[in-house]
C-alpha cells in the first residue's frame, strides 16, 4: 500500500485535510477579490503601475474597510493604513524594512502608517527576488523610488480633482495632501478611492527626491519583525503549521553520492507514533534530490527517535572519498610549481621580478567552513491534486520553484511557494535541496509535511566554503614599492573543467587593476563534497591572504601599513570605467583614511598590543578595518576593537547598517578564530557546534561603524564588510608578537580565545 493510501484512511487525517481545504478556499477567496482587478505591475525591473484595485464612486471615500491597490507595492486603506510589499526574502539582512522605507520616502508617508508585508513570489512582477550578492538594495533602489514617487502623483492629482487646483499646488508629507493657499488638507486614506481609480503617471512624469529633501532614509528605523521576532511569533520556516500535519526526516549518505542499498523499514514502520518509512532515490542533483530513506511521523520528536533506529547499508561506489589530509599535502606539493593555467596577467611580470629591488613569497591557507546558520534547514509541503503548495525558507524562491517542478516532473505553475523568514542564509539557502526533499516526500505521503533537519544534518550536508592555497610572490622596486604581484590559486573543481562554487577568482579581485605587473595562476584538485557561495564569496577568503600579505610587503619594506596602502590606491580612478560596482581608488583611500583615524593608528600601545589594517573591495563595497588586538604570555588572544569604515553610497537604513557591519565583524571573526571544517573519506569530521566551536559572547569585541555616505547609487552591505575581517586580526597579531600568521583557523596556529 502507498503511503498516501495508507494516510489517507485514517479519518481524523481527512477530516483535518477537509478543515485545510475550507480555510485555504476562503483565504483565497479574500485575497481574490483584490488581486481579480489588479493589473501586471513591473516587468524586467521595469515599473508599471496598475490602474486601480477597488473603484468607490464618492469624489472621497471613507468607507471602513476598503483598501485601494496603486501599484504592485503600495495598498492604501481607507483608515490611512500605508500597506508596502517586501519584495526579497528577509534573512536578516534587513531588507523586510528597508526596502518599504524606499518606497515611503518617496511616497511621503508617515512612517507610522506603515504595515510591510511580504510579496508573493512572482518575478514576472517583482524582477529579481532573491537574496544574495549584496544586490538587492542596488537593483531595486530605483524601481522601488519610483513605485512610490507615483503613488504619491496619483494622491496629489486626486487631491487637485477635488480641490479644482493645480496639481503643482497639493504638496505631500506626513501622508497628508495639503494645498497652503486655503489651508485644505485630506489625509491618504480620505483620497485612495479617488487616487486609485486615475490613470497611471508615465514614468517621465515621476519626479524623484533628491538627497537633501530625504526625511527617512538615512534615520534609524527598527525592523519591521523585531516584535515579533522577539516575542516568537511564527515568522519562520521552523514554525509552520498546517491542519493534519506530518512530520518528516530525511536520512543521506554521509558521503556525498551515496545510494540506498538496504534499509531496516518495516522495523521502522512498527515504531510509536510512525506513520511510514521509504526510499528515494533522488535525481542525482546535489542541490536537489539526492538518495535518502525518509521516516514520517506524528511528531518530529518521534522522527528522530525512530531515526536513532535506524540501520541503511550504504552503495558507495560513486561516492566523495575526499580526503582533507591528502588534498593539503597535494596543494603544499603543487604550490611549489607553475599553474595549471594562467587565468590573468597584465604587463610583464617576470621582467619586474628580474629587475625587482627585493622579492618575497609566502604561502597561506585557509580551512573549509560551514554555513552553520541558527535555523537548521526545514521546508513544509503539501502535494495534492498535482499541485504542490510550499512554506519555504529560502534565499532563492524562483529557483526552488523550478527545482521542485524538475524533481516532481510537473509544470512550474503547479508549485506555489511561500517565502517565510529565514533563520539565517548566509549563502546556503541559495540551494534548495531541503525544498526538493519535503517536495518529493509529500508527494509520497499525500498529506501535509515538514521536514526538519538536526544540526547534524546542516554540519553534514552542507555547500560549504571551499578551502583554497595560495602561493604568493611579490617584489619591492628601489623606493620600496610594490612592483609587481604574482599567485598561483590552488582551489578545486567537481567536474575537472571550472572551479567549484565560491571556490572561483573572479575578474577584477583585488588586487587586480591596482599593480601594472600582476599574473594568476590556477591549478584545480578534483572535489566530491558540495561547495556553495558563503558570505562575501570569495572574497571572504581571498582577502585574508591577499591584505595579509600586502602587510607582509609593507614590513618588508619597513613602511608604515597605510602609507603603504595609500600609495597603492594612486589617483582616483575607476579600475573599470563605466561599471558602477567597480572599485575607485579615491573611495578605497577614504576609507583606509578613516578606518585608521578613527582607531588611533600610529598612537603608542603597550607591549603584546597591536592595531593592524586590512581593506577590501567587494560586491560593490569599499571597506577598511582596524582590529585591536593583545596576547598575553599564554598565547591567549583578546580583539579588544574593530574600527569599520565603508563605503556604500548613501545609507538607507541607519540601524540596518550598523547592524550589517557588526555582524559581519562577528561572523567574520568566529570563523578567523577556531571554525575548519575537515574532510575524511568523504565524511564531514565535525557533527555540532562542541567541534565546531561558535564564538561566544564573551569573546566579542566592541565594533565601531563609520560611513562614508558618498552621492554614488547605493550598494548592499550583507556582504562587503566581512573579507577585511581576518586579515585585519592578523596583522594586528603581527604587529603585537611579530608572528606572522598564514594558516587559518587562529587556534590551529596555537591561539587561545
Given at each position: 500500500?502507498?503511503?498516501?493510501?495508507?494516510?489517507?484512511?485514517?479519518?481524523?487525517?481527512?477530516?483535518?485535510?477537509?478543515?485545510?481545504?475550507?480555510?485555504?478556499?476562503?483565504?483565497?477567496?479574500?485575497?481574490?477579490?483584490?488581486?481579480?482587478?489588479?493589473?501586471?505591475?513591473?516587468?524586467g525591473g521595469g515599473l508599471t503601475l496598475a490602474a486601480c484595485s477597488v473603484k468607490g464612486t464618492d469624489p472621497v471615500s471613507t468607507e471602513p474597510g476598503k483598501d485601494y491597490e496603486f501599484n504592485e507595492f503600495v495598498n492604501v486603506g481607507s483608515d490611512g493604513t500605508i500597506l508596502i510589499y517586501s519584495k526579497t526574502p528577509e534573512i536578516g539582512q534587513g531588507i523586510k524594512t528597508s526596502f518599504p522605507m524606499i518606497v515611503a520616502e518617496e511616497l511621503d508617508a508617515d512612517w507610522n502608517d506603515v504595515v510591510v508585508e511580504q510579496a508573493r513570489i512572482d518575478t514576472a512582477v517583482y524582477g529579481r527576488q532573491r537574496a544574495g550578492g549584496s544586490r538587492s538594495i542596488a537593483t531595486a533602489w530605483?524601481?522601488?523610488?519610483?513605485?512610490?514617487?507615483?503613488?504619491?502623483?496619483?494622491?496629489?492629482r486626486a487631491a487637485a480633482e477635488t480641490w479644482q487646483v493645480p496639481v503643482d499646488e497639493c504638496l505631500t508629507a506626513n501622508s497628508v495632501v495639503t494645498h497652503e493657499a486655503t489651508g485644505r488638507?485630506?489625509?491618504?486614506?480620505?483620497?485612495?478611492?479617488?487616487?486609485?481609480?486615475?490613470?497611471?503617471?508615465?514614468?517621465?512624469?515621476?519626479?524623484?527626491?533628491?538627497?537633501?529633501?530625504?526625511?527617512?532614509?538615512?534615520?534609524?528605523?527598527?525592523?519591521?519583525?523585531?516584535?515579533?521576532?522577539?516575542?516568537?511569533?511564527?515568522?519562520?520556516?521552523?514554525?509552520q503549521s498546517l491542519p493534519g500535519m506530518l512530520y518528516a526526516s530525511y536520512s543521506k549518505c554521509p558521503a556525498t553520492g551515496g545510494r540506498v542499498a538496504a534499509a531496516n523499514l518495516d522495523d521502522i514502520r512498527a515504531l510509536p507514533g510512525i506513520r511510514d518509512a521509504f526510499v528515494l532515490e533522488g535525481n542525482d542533483l546535489v542541490s536537489e534530490l539526492m538518495p535518502g530513506v525518509a521516516i514520517i511521523g506524528d511528531s518530529t520528536w518521534e522522527t528522530q527517535q525512530a531515526r536513532a533506529h535506524l540501520s541503511i547499508d550504504w552503495d558507495e561506489t560513486d561516492a566523495s572519498k575526499d580526503s582533507l589530509s591528502s588534498i593539503t599535502a597535494e596543494a603544499a606539493r603543487l604550490s611549489k610549481e607553475p599553474g595549471a593555467e594562467v587565468l590573468y596577467e597584465f604587463g610583464d611580470v617576470e621582467q619586474a621580478f628580474t629587475g625587482a629591488a627585493r622579492i618575497h613569497e609566502a604561502f597561506y591557507s585557509y580551512p573549509f567552513v560551514s554555513h552553520a546558520p541558527l535555523e537548521p534547514q526545514n521546508c513544509t509541503a503539501w502535494y495534492r491534486d498535482g499541485a504542490i503548495e510550499i512554506w519555504a525558507p529560502t534565499q532563492s524562491p524562483d529557483q526552488a520553484i523550478g527545482s521542485v517542478a524538475n524533481v516532481l516532473g510537473i509544470p512550474r505553475e503547479k508549485v506555489t511557494l511561500h517565502v517565510t523568514r529565514v533563520g539565517g542564509g548566509f549563502g546556503r539557502r541559495l540551494m534548495n535541496d531541503y525544498v526538493c526533499e519535503v517536495a518529493a516526500i509529500a508527494r509520497q505521503v499525500g498529506a501535509?509535511?515538514?521536514?526538519?533537519?538536526?544540526?547534524?544534518?546542516?554540519?553534514?550536508?552542507?555547500?560549504?566554503?571551499?578551502?583554497?592555497?595560495?602561493?604568493?610572490?611579490?617584489?619591492?622596486?628601489?623606493?620600496?614599492?610594490?612592483?609587481?604581484?604574482?599567485?598561483?590559486?590552488?582551489?578545486?573543481?567537481?567536474?575537472?573543467?571550472?572551479?567549484?562554487?565560491?571556490?572561483?577568482?573572479?575578474?577584477?579581485?583585488?588586487?587586480?587593476?591596482?599593480?601594472?605587473?600582476?599574473?594568476?595562476?590556477?591549478?584545480?584538485?578534483?572535489?566530491?563534497?558540495?561547495?556553495?557561495?558563503?558570505?562575501?564569496?570569495?572574497?571572504?577568503?581571498?582577502?585574508?591572504?591577499?591584505?595579509?600579505?600586502?602587510?607582509?610587503?609593507?614590513?618588508?619594506?619597513?613602511?608604515?601599513?597605510?602609507?603603504?596602502?595609500?600609495?597603492?590606491?594612486?589617483?582616483?580612478?575607476?579600475?573599470?570605467?563605466?561599471?558602477?560596482?567597480?572599485?575607485?581608488?579615491?573611495?578605497?583611500?577614504?576609507?583606509?583614511?578613516?578606518?585608521?583615524?578613527?582607531?588611533?593608528?600610529?598612537q603608542p600601545l603597550p607591549e603584546g598590543r597591536g592595531l593592524g589594517l586590512a581593506f577590501y573591495f567587494s560586491h560593490a563595497g569599499h571597506f577598511a578595518e582596524v582590529a585591536d588586538v593583545s596576547v598575553d604570555a599564554d598565547r591567549k588572544l583578546t580583539v579588544h576593537r574593530v574600527t569599520v569604515a565603508g563605503d556604500v553610497g548613501p545609507i538607507v537604513n541607519m540601524s540596518g547598517a550598523e547592524n550589517q557591519c557588526q555582524g559581519s565583524v562577528m561572523d567574520g571573526l568566529s570563523t578567523t578564530l577556531g571554525l575548519e571544517i575537515t574532510i575524511e573519506n568523504g565524511r564531514v569530521q565535525e557533527s555540532n557546534f562542541h567541534q565546531y566551536p561558535i564564538m561566544r559572547m564573551h569573546n566579542a569585541p566592541i565594533v565601531d561603524v563609520h560611513f562614508i555616505q558618498s552621492d554614488y547609487p547605493p550598494t548592499g552591505l550583507g556582504e562587503p564588510a566581512l573579507p577585511p575581517l581576518a586579515p585585519a586580526v592578523c596583522n594586528a597579531i603581527f604587529a603585537a608578537t611579530g608572528q606572522r600568521v598564514r594558516t587559518l583557523p587562529l587556534s590551529k596556529e596555537g591561539f587561545k580565545v
Open positions: 500500500m502507498k503511503a498516501g493510501e495508507r494516510l489517507a484512511r485514517d479519518p481524523n487525517i481527512r477530516a483535518a485535510f477537509r478543515e485545510a481545504d475550507e480555510r485555504l478556499n476562503s483565504a483565497w477567496e479574500r485575497v481574490s477579490r483584490r488581486t481579480f482587478l489588479k493589473l501586471t505591475g513591473l516587468a530605483n524601481q522601488l523610488r519610483e513605485a512610490g514617487a507615483a503613488a504619491r502623483l496619483m494622491l496629489r488638507r485630506l489625509t491618504y486614506g480620505e483620497l485612495a478611492d479617488k487616487a486609485a481609480a486615475l490613470p497611471v503617471p508615465d514614468k517621465a512624469e515621476l519626479r524623484l527626491k533628491a538627497r537633501d529633501e530625504y526625511t527617512l532614509i538615512g534615520e534609524r528605523i527598527t525592523g519591521v519583525d523585531n516584535e515579533k521576532v522577539v516575542t516568537g511569533q511564527p515568522l519562520f520556516g521552523t514554525d501535509p509535511v515538514k521536514l526538519q533537519w538536526t544540526r547534524e544534518d546542516d554540519m553534514a550536508h552542507d555547500f560549504y566554503r571551499p578551502a583554497g592555497y595560495h602561493a604568493l610572490r611579490a617584489a619591492l622596486d628601489t623606493s620600496g614599492s610594490l612592483s609587481a604581484w604574482q599567485d598561483h590559486f590552488i582551489t578545486f573543481t567537481h567536474d575537472g573543467k571550472a572551479p567549484v562554487r565560491g571556490g572561483d577568482m573572479r575578474p577584477g579581485e583585488f588586487p587586480e587593476g591596482i599593480i601594472d605587473d600582476y599574473k594568476v595562476t590556477q591549478t584545480l584538485l578534483p572535489l566530491g563534497t558540495p561547495c556553495g557561495p558563503w558570505r562575501s564569496p570569495r572574497s571572504n577568503a581571498i582577502a585574508f591572504a591577499v591584505q595579509s600579505f600586502i602587510h607582509e610587503m609593507a614590513n618588508v619594506a619597513e613602511r608604515d601599513h597605510v602609507d603603504f596602502l595609500l600609495e597603492l590606491m594612486g589617483e582616483p580612478r575607476w579600475l573599470d570605467p563605466g561599471n558602477p560596482r567597480a572599485m575607485n581608488t579615491g573611495r578605497a583611500a577614504a576609507v583606509i583614511k578613516l578606518a585608521a583615524e578613527k582607531a588611533g593608528w600610529g
